[in-house]
């Protein structure tokens, strides 16, 4: 293709979980044309090395570029505490078209939390590769330095909504046990963010073992609201993301297993098409 030649916003996670992402920046701004891709073949990537998550997240980035793509949503919380940084600063500058960008969705979370929490106690679930980079306290503590911030690693969550088991009866014994952790470990907890992309698909079960008093943040709304923002500044891109409106998906494993999953997350059916990153 040509250099500034207009193509879809990309949207990458590895696998389902960024679908929770897509869904909401698509509600707010249908006008352009996105490509998801799902690396459902080497999902999760929670308890993968920062090099494997880099590697694996950097191959996904050059295939959107390559099919088109100028601007990339990391909608994965892993990929966006592992490999966001070192893709902007190191691969980004030595690409010959200018006009390719890579975003990540943790700081356009911490920015809403100041707002949310009353007790300045916040707690964080996401993945042990997520929580172990200790990205959303540092994040948090630039911007609101009074904001105690506790994290809990919740290594099954990703596998049961992978598995399409998110609404099964095993998956109340792993959310209970890890909310009751978090909120054990500092009572004074008012907020909890959802910091990975798969968790809103068990929201009725953390609810569920959530105390009223406790607000729940998923991403997606805020993710969305921060790229139309980054779009209204920053003419030069928006001008490269093609209006057509429409939505394609990518995925790395069996195509008419990701559909259906897909499918059922999105609450309308899809197509997917297989590709191999290397
Ligand atoms: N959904 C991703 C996240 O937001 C990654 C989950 C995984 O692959 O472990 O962290």
Redesign the pocket.
């Known amino acids: 293709m040509n250099l500034g030649e207009a193509g879809p916003i990309g949207v990458f996670?590895?696998?389902y979980?960024?679908l929770t992402i897509l869904h909401q920046i698509r509600q707010l701004m249908p006008e352009y044309d996105y490509l998801y891709l799902g690396d459902n073949a080497r999902?999760?990537?929670?308890?993968?090395s920062f090099d494997v998550v880099y590697e694996f997240t950097l191959q996904a980035v050059q295939k959107l570029f390559s099919m088109g793509c100028h601007l990339i949503i990391l909608?994965?919380?892993?990929?966006?505490?592992k490999a966001l940084r070192t893709i902007q600063q190191t691969d980004l500058p030595l690409m010959e078209d200018k006009t390719k960008r890579v975003l990540g969705?943790i700081r356009p979370t911490t920015e809403c939390i100041g707002q949310i929490t009353q007790s300045r106690h916040v707690g964080i679930l996401?993945?042990s590769?997520?929580i172990s980079s200790n990205s959303y306290s540092l994040e948090i503590s630039k911007l609101y330095p009074d904001i105690v911030v506790t994290g809990e690693p919740c290594p099954m969550w990703?596998p049961l909504v992978?598995n399409n088991e998110h609404d099964s009866p095993g998956a109340d014994y792993f959310v209970k046990k890890h909310i009751e952790n978090l909120l054990t470990r500092d009572p004074l907890i008012d907020s909890i963010i959802l910091?990975?992309?798969?968790?809103p698909l068990l929201i009725e079960k953390i609810k569920k073992y959530t105390p009223n008093h406790v607000k729940v943040v998923s991403q997606g709304e805020y993710v969305a609201n921060s790229l139309r923002s980054y779009l209204e500044r920053h003419e030069d891109i928006a001008s490269v993301c093609s209006n057509g409106g429409t939505c394609k998906f990518l995925t790395t494993e069996n195509p008419k297993k990701f559909s259906e999953s897909a499918s059922i997350f999105l609450n309308s059916s899809i197509d997917a098409e297989r590709v191999v990153l290397e």
């Open positions: 996670d590895s696998g979980g960024g999902t999760p990537y929670g308890t993968r909608a994965c919380n892993t990929a966006s505490a969705i996401a993945t590769g997520t990703v992978e910091g990975c992309t798969h968790y």
